[in-house]
């Protein structure tokens, strides 16, 4: 089980917010840009996560890294509820 305060307070000590998104089996969000920093980690189900062009399948407690700038989609691959951990470095 993933703990999100302990998240939570690591990310923070790095300088990112953390937040809790849930997205429904099938729910994509596409072609999304951010000018910070982004940090995201699968807390439950299957998500595809591509970062300019390149795929990742990240398990369940594995943080990827979006850096700013990068053009990213998430998609909720599995039959299940997508839970994940998500934050924006601050400026």
């Not at 937040?19 to 994509?28: A, E, M, Q, S, Y």
């Not at 969000?29 to 795929?55: A, P, S």
């Not at 990742?56 to 299940?80: D, K, W």
Request: with cysteine.
């Amino acid at each position: 089980m993933i703990d999100q305060e302990a998240i939570a307070r690591e990310w923070a000590s790095r300088g990112f917010s953390c937040d809790l998104w849930i997205d429904p089996p099938g729910r994509r969000w596409e072609d999304f840009v951010h000018t910070t920093d982004e940090v995201i980690l699968v807390v439950e189900g299957q998500l595809e996560v591509e970062i300019n062009g390149t795929r990742y399948y990240p398990p369940v407690g594995e943080e990827l890294f979006i850096p700013a700038g990068a053009s990213h989609s998430v998609r909720n691959i599995g039959q299940t509820t997508a839970r994940w951990l998500y934050g924006y470095r601050s400026k």
